[in-house]
């Protein structure tokens, strides 16, 4: 495995040749975790220097209604992030080479919806997305902004002065967390969750044996903007790495299948995205220039 130090602005172009030679001519599946969506305001709690934080797990949830009150708090103003996010050029230029028939698929481990926003097309939320909820009882499934403006009208105290302190890490504590009023599931009367994979949740079967088909169908992996803490990102890798696919892998820091990557570039992902479009863009169409749409060899957004 080669690794690639961190690259100023004039190193880039050199550090990229690698990844170019390797990925050149070949179909790519795309790997991406939180650090692609930074850029776009989201925070990424698991890059190096976070404060470690303790994820409510499923069982929680479940089982415990105080805790679920907590979780609805903080993931209502959160989601007010998340609903402001809009696309960086790094999720536009992975859009880009899918237009130009180079990345064949996108799958996700990010539950923002950035990917689809830029205009992706075949995408895989591997552990959902915020933008719905769910009901554990019916299954009935609701727009998490209809939720929100609900939300907003039975806790309309939430905006008060004192109610809500932003901690170092971006995460939000309700002081008054026992008045938070969450509303049942308007079919049912059961417990609503956001549509997203909690620790102690599985990634439904369905949507990993479409990452796999994803991975088996291209020639190579690149892995953007994530640690691979989770373990269905390893075993994507796996995957790839059994159909002897070179692996990819642009994050900043460690993680867990630097050993297994043909690549590891320690760089951010969005410069090195807009780079590499242009780079693999130059090589397919054989031109110098190509992605397709706006002026030549420009990522448009």
Not at 32 to 47: F, K
Not at 276 to 290: H, K, Q
């Amino acid at each position: 495995m080669e690794t690639m130090p961190p690259s100023d602005e004039h190193s880039t172009a050199a550090d990229l040749d690698r990844v170019v030679e390797l990925l050149a001519g070949k179909r790519i599946a795309v790997l991406s975790g939180a650090g692609l969506s930074t850029d776009s305001g989201i925070p990424d709690y698991r890059g190096e220097g976070r404060v470690v934080r303790k994820p409510m797990t499923f069982q929680e949830f479940r089982s415990d209604p105080a805790k679920r009150q907590r979780y609805w708090a903080g993931s209502h103003l959160g989601w007010r992030t998340f609903a402001a996010a809009v696309p960086n050029d790094g999720h536009r230029a992975l859009a880009e080479l899918e237009r130009e028939g180079i990345v064949t698929g996108v799958i996700t481990q990010n539950v923002d919806g950035l990917h689809l926003r830029s205009g992706s097309r075949r995408v895989v939320e591997i552990h959902g997305s915020m933008d719905r909820a769910v009901c554990l009882t019916c299954g009935q499934v609701f727009s998490r902004s209809d939720l929100a403006a609900t939300l907003d009208r039975a806790n309309p105290w939430i905006d008060e002065p004192g109610s809500v302190q932003l901690q170092p890490d971006g995460d939000v504590e309700i002081t008054d967390v026992e008045r938070f009023v969450v509303p049942d599931c308007s079919v049912c009367g059961g417990v609503l969750k956001p549509d997203v994979v909690f620790f102690g949740e599985f990634v439904p079967a369905e949507k990993f044996r479409e990452s796999v088909s994803i991975v088996a169908d291209a020639d190579a992996l690149l892995v953007v903007g994530s640690s691979l803490t989770v373990n269905s990102g390893v075993r994507l890798v796996d995957h790839a790495v059994r159909r002897k696919h070179p692996v990819v892998i642009v994050n900043r820091g460690t993680t867990r299948s630097d050993r297994r990557a043909a690549v590891k570039l320690d760089a951010g992902t969005t410069e090195t995205l807009v780079a590499l479009a242009s780079r693999l863009g130059a090589v397919v169409a054989g031109t110098g220039t190509g992605t397709g749409t706006g002026e030549p060899g420009m990522i448009v957004g």
